[in-house]
């Protein structure tokens, strides 16, 4: 196998372009599922062969607790300077899993604090806080869902600009956008490769709740203003893995966005336009890379399981 065996590792490389191209020309829905399945398939494919280059590269050394088949010549001619990547190979995949670990700990602290301090509170669909300080967020719970929201922001909006606000919350909860959140924050932490996907599938998710606070309230530009208000007072979010109107990012393009026409609801653009070529090669490209990546894999496993003692 060679070289080959690392493609998992940096073929999220080639990820960035369509992440560009569906961030300009797809519908937000569309661009927010197809970049979320792209970057949790290449995490994955990533994380795993991480995994098996530190058995292979570590089954040679004494003491291990691995069958001997996987230290055989033939498994170790998979894998180029293979105690070296072995080795190098534990210390990263330590690093994964504590980052995907905090990441999910942070996640599950941060709403379930969120979610003890609304015990006190109504179950209603939104919960009002009184807070000096200006926030809303869209805090997930199953069929206990809640806007939570401050009195101080509140304050700043106006009557068209809360019904957004509130349009704009529901859409993410009902959407399930903290799942496509949480999949970006994870992949990036397996993939510092694909960070550029997580930076992207946060503006799309909050394009998507946009167009569908704009259509709900018949006013793209009353949105646009809502926005605006929220990001000059509003102090963001508790964690990346909650969406909000005023979540961090580029909010002049989503500003910009709502002022032009809304987007075509067409899943993909023709192929035959200068937009559909560069995205469908992008796409292509995409998947290829994703198959490669995971045939890697796979392959090395295949390998290990042939070499196992029974």
């Not at 230290?71 to 990263?92: T, W």
């Not at 550029?196 to 394009?207: C, F, G, Q």
């Not at 292509?284 to 796979?298: E, I, M, P, R, Y």
């Amino acid at each position: 196998m060679g070289l080959f065996v690392l493609l998992p590792l940096v073929l999220p490389l080639t990820a960035w372009p369509i992440a560009r191209l569906a961030t300009q020309h797809l519908h937000p829905r569309a661009a927010t599922t197809l970049l979320s399945a792209v970057a949790a398939v290449m995490a994955l494919c990533s994380t795993l062969c991480l995994g098996l280059l530190m058995v292979v590269g570590t089954a040679q050394l004494p003491g291990n607790p691995l069958p001997d088949g996987w230290s055989d010549p033939e498994v170790r001619e998979s894998v180029p300077h293979d105690e070296i990547v072995g080795k190098a190979a534990i210390p990263v995949l330590l690093a994964v899993v504590v980052g995907c670990g905090r990441t999910l700990w942070r996640h599950y602290r941060i709403r379930r604090q969120a979610h003890e301090a609304l015990v006190d509170l109504r179950n209603t669909l939104v919960a009002v806080l009184p807070a000096p300080e200006p926030y809303a967020y869209a805090l997930p719970a199953g069929p206990r869902d809640r806007i939570v929201v401050s009195t101080a922001m509140l304050t700043c909006l106006n009557t068209q600009e809360r019904r957004a606000l509130f349009a704009h919350e529901r859409a993410h909860l009902t959407a399930r956008h903290h799942r496509h959140l949480l999949i970006a924050q994870l992949a990036a932490q397996a993939n510092p490769f694909l960070l550029p996907l997580r930076t992207a599938i946060s503006y799309v998710a909050e394009r998507w709740a946009d167009e569908e606070a704009a259509q709900s309230v018949g006013s793209r530009k009353a949105v646009a203003r809502a926005i605006g208000k929220a990001a000059l007072v509003s102090r963001g979010t508790p964690s990346r893995t909650l969406a909000a109107l005023a979540a961090p990012g580029p909010l002049p393009r989503r500003v910009a966005a709502l002022l032009a026409p809304p987007p075509l609801a067409r899943t993909w653009p023709p192929l035959f336009t200068t937009a559909g070529l560069a995205l469908w090669s992008a796409a292509a490209g995409a998947a290829l890379s994703a198959t490669f990546s995971a045939n890697s894999a796979v392959t090395l496993l295949l390998l290990l399981h042939a070499a196992t003692p029974f």
